[in-house]
Nanobody, 123 residues
Framework: ELQLVESGGGLVQAGGSLRLSCAAS????????IAWVRQAPGKEREGISA????????YYADSVKGRFTISSDNAKNTVHLQMNSLNPEDAEVYYC????????????????WGEGTQVTVDY
């Protein structure tokens, strides 16, 4: 059974850090890419970062570039998102999604996604 399970969300003060994890199972991890997508109520879904494990290529949206770092632990089929210098605009639900890297991110079609993890940033 294919699963993507996010963890690591929580409450943090502005300027603080969190590390999200996406544990993947049920598919060939190395053949896919994993992206982090976030969404808040009333806001559009935003893809913020992605990694293609086979080529170890990473991508970042301008909104998080320089603050967030995506990485993969291929031995554990897990992707991490280190988030630093968090601000209230980062307070959203974060989802991880997998995709076949047939195109350059973000022009990809997502196959599956997890249930999300909430990030809350306090002033």
């Amino acid at each position: 059974e294919l699963q993507l399970v996010e963890s690591g969300g929580g409450l943090v003060q502005a300027g603080g850090s969190l590390r999200l994890s996406c544990a993947a199972s049920g598919f060939s991890f190395d053949a896919y890419g994993i992206a982090w997508v976030r969404q808040a109520p009333g806001k559009e879904r935003e893809g913020i970062s992605a990694i293609v494990m086979y080529y170890n290529i990473t991508y970042y949206a301008d909104s998080v570039k320089g603050r967030f770092t995506i990485s993969s632990d291929n031995a554990k089929n897990t992707v991490h998102l280190q988030m630093n210098s968090l601000n209230p605009e980062d307070a959203e639900v974060y989802y991880c999604k997998n995709f076949l890297p047939t195109r350059e991110w973000p022009y990809v079609r997502y196959a599956d996604w997890g249930e999300g993890t909430q990030v809350t940033v306090d002033y």
